[in-house]
């Protein structure tokens, strides 16, 4: 059935979804119901499931079947097709590499190299144009320029008041870009002792809260680390149940899969992104029915002296790091071009 | 087919959609997946397609089915099951009265008995609970009691700071109940030529952008109004044209109902509720697939000494007056329950 998926996702259109062909007929509909009408078995339909859970930490009745299609042909790059399998493989896919360290190696590192140009702690909380220049507006600082890129999610902009106000049709698209719900949870042992009875950490399962599990040991092989993701719907329930609740039955999870001694680790860690201030959910955006169609057009379209960056900006691994640094080479672009 | 759909309609709670018997297959699809399994005939899908998009100024494809069977449900009352034509309908249904003087009466005359205690012009920019208080903090003046009441729309939420956050399940709610989408137009004359000709001044039409008009002649006879409705995508398209070219469009469309008389009106009258800061669209909120599911039982559920009002919240006429009435009454009781 992803080979099915993997073709139609070939003729939409990475720039302009919209457009595609049958742009009609796929956005007017949720790709659970694609799911329910072209795969009968209940195998098929829970692989399915687990996928579109463990790429866009939602539900396949939240997405737009158009918005997936984009999505999967997203997930390859100008000489190479996206695929499904693509977003969903470790070896060869998007879940294949971690960093060493921790991602916000990245964010750091970079940070360094700018020195005291990065400003944190200093959310913007209006965003003014006025007499041929732009405003950051914080709470005790104020950055001026000639253009201003915006990189936060769709869904948290709102949180920027903007003078002059948004356009309506950039103010509607923003109503409707909400981002994905999903629990990290990591129980760290003396060791990966599930290494010893052959297992590999990772596991996949119809009973949740955890679905999915990997091995998140370090590479020099201690402490052990199972890292499970509570997704979609279970984080939506979860998310609001009292810590020691969650966190006993994420333990659950992973004794069911790897064993008693699973039971008692040394630490245990979570993150619940829906939480998160400045993101309120994770991995990213996504888009229900119908709002492709309508709102397309406005995904990048700059407000005056501002431009929008952030993955899900991206027509190249759109949701993913990889799509966040293209979005950022293009807005960049887009600003210098009109310097 | 109004007949199925006041029947599936009939068996949705509407206090709790989301435990209907079918809740799952009905928010796991749109209404456009609904009507194109269901109704066979163009003129039949025509219909429907204009009734939702005069009903939510939204498009089938954009609405949950369980989202609009409860809807359905809610054009009812204690004594009176609610039907899709009690929606749509004037004689009888929810279109069928105007308030003399405008709607804003109302909210004036209320005001009024209230004296100084309406406070307008300004808006609250954050909202702090400590201390066993609750304090709306605008910009030049803070407001402090022991409960509050928030009874602005889903989607104009987010612009006010909460301290403490709102809880995930709260904030990811919020980024999923979008606006509806309306341009709501009138031309006036010297009178009401087309009663002359026989006309009510009401045409349905599959042409935009008007497709939908009424006579909105005050009572006494004169000037002569023609109200043009610019709804859904339609609406989503032209708030971003020039506005000399969307007055020339709808000039056009009253043209073709009403004769050439239409073409040169005394004055011409627009509002585009995506425009307006703060409801950022018209008439109300609306649900795509999956929400009422996984959000429903947020959607009164108070934060902690912040209670939600709003239409939205109704459970009786949702979307309408009648409904936001209703829910300032809910929003009170539980207000006053806790002090």
Same mark, same amino acid.
């Given at each position: 059935?992803?080979?099915?998926?993997?073709?139609?996702?070939?003729?939409?259109?990475?720039?302009?979804?919209?457009?595609?062909?049958?742009?009609? /007929?796929?956005?007017?509909?949720?790709?659970?119901?694609?799911? #329910?009408?072209?795969?009968?078995?209940? =195998?098929?339909?829970?692989?399915?499931?687990?996928?579109? /859970?463990?790429?866009?930490?939602?539900?396949?009745?939240?997405?737009?079947?158009?918005?997936?299609?984009?999505?999967?042909?997203?997930?390859?790059?100008?000489?190479?097709? &996206?695929?499904?399998?693509?977003?969903?493989?470790?070896?060869?896919?998007?879940?294949?590499?971690?960093?060493?360290?921790?991602?916000?190696? +990245?964010?750091?590192?970079?940070?360094?190299?700018?020195?005291?140009?990065?400003?944190?702690?200093?959310?913007?909380?209006? *965003? /003014?144009?006025?007499?041929?220049?732009?405003?950051?507006?914080?709470?005790?600082?104020?950055?001026?320029?000639?253009?201003?890129?915006?990189?936060?999610?769709?869904?948290?902009?709102? @949180?920027?008041? @903007? $003078?002059?106000?948004?356009?309506?049709?950039?103010?509607?698209?923003?109503?409707?870009?909400?981002?994905?719900?999903?629990?990290?949870?990591?129980?760290?042992?003396?060791?990966? @002792?599930?290494?010893?009875?052959?297992?590999?950490?990772?596991?996949?399962?119809?009973?949740?809260?955890?679905?999915?599990?990997? $091995?998140?040991?370090?590479?020099?092989?201690?402490?052990?680390?199972?890292?499970?993701?509570?997704?979609?719907?279970?984080?939506? *329930?979860?998310?609001?149940?009292?810590?020691?609740?969650?966190?006993?039955?994420? +333990?659950?999870?992973?004794?069911?899969?790897? &064993?008693?001694?699973?039971? $008692?680790?040394?630490?245990?860690?979570?993150?619940?992104?829906?939480?998160?201030?400045?993101?309120?959910?994770?991995? &990213?955006?996504?888009?229900?029915?119908?709002?492709?169609?309508?709102?397309?057009?406005?995904?990048?379209?700059?407000?005056?002296?501002?431009?929008?960056?952030?993955?899900?900006?991206?027509? *190249?691994?759109?949701?993913?790091?990889? =799509?966040?640094?293209?979005?950022?080479? #293009?807005?960049?672009?887009?600003?210098?071009?009109?310097?």
């Amino acid at each position: 059935m992803t080979k099915q998926l993997n073709a139609m996702a070939a003729e939409v259109p990475r720039d302009a979804p919209w457009t595609a062909a049958r742009a009609g /007929e796929y956005d007017g509909q949720t790709f659970e119901t694609w799911k #329910r009408a072209n795969v009968q078995s209940e =195998g098929g339909r829970f692989l399915l499931d687990l996928g579109v /859970e463990a790429v866009f930490a939602a539900e396949p009745r939240d997405l737009s079947l158009l918005h997936l299609l984009f999505y999967v042909n997203s997930a390859g790059n100008e000489s190479t097709p &996206g695929t499904f399998d693509r977003l969903i493989a470790t070896a060869g896919g998007a879940q294949e590499s971690r960093f060493t360290g921790g991602s916000q190696l +990245i964010a750091r590192g970079l940070a360094r190299r700018l020195g005291k140009r990065v400003i944190t702690g200093a959310p913007v909380r209006r *965003i /003014e144009q006025k007499r041929g220049r732009v405003s950051a507006v914080c709470d005790k600082l104020t950055v001026s320029a000639r253009q201003a890129i915006v990189a936060v999610p769709p869904a948290v902009t709102p @949180f920027i008041r @903007f $003078d002059p106000l948004l356009p309506g049709p950039r103010a509607q698209l923003l109503q409707r870009f909400p981002m994905g719900s999903v629990i990290k949870c990591m129980a760290v042992y003396p060791k990966p @002792f599930w290494r010893e009875a052959g297992l590999t950490g990772q596991a996949t399962s119809d009973t949740g809260p955890v679905k999915i599990s990997f $091995d998140n040991t370090p590479p020099d092989g201690g402490p052990g680390v199972l890292l499970g993701f509570i997704e979609g719907q279970e984080a939506r *329930i979860w998310t609001a149940k009292p810590a020691a609740e969650r966190r006993a039955a994420v +333990i659950e999870s992973f004794v069911r899969y790897f &064993g008693a001694q699973a039971a $008692d680790p040394t630490a245990y860690y979570e993150k619940s992104w829906a939480e998160e201030q400045w993101t309120r959910g994770c991995y &990213g955006g996504y888009l229900a029915p119908g709002v492709l169609l309508d709102y397309g057009p406005e995904i990048r379209r700059p407000h005056g002296r501002v431009h929008w960056a952030g993955t899900e900006t991206a027509t *190249i691994w759109n949701g993913y790091m990889e =799509g966040a640094l293209r979005s950022g080479e #293009r807005a960049a672009a887009e600003a210098l071009g009109v310097l």
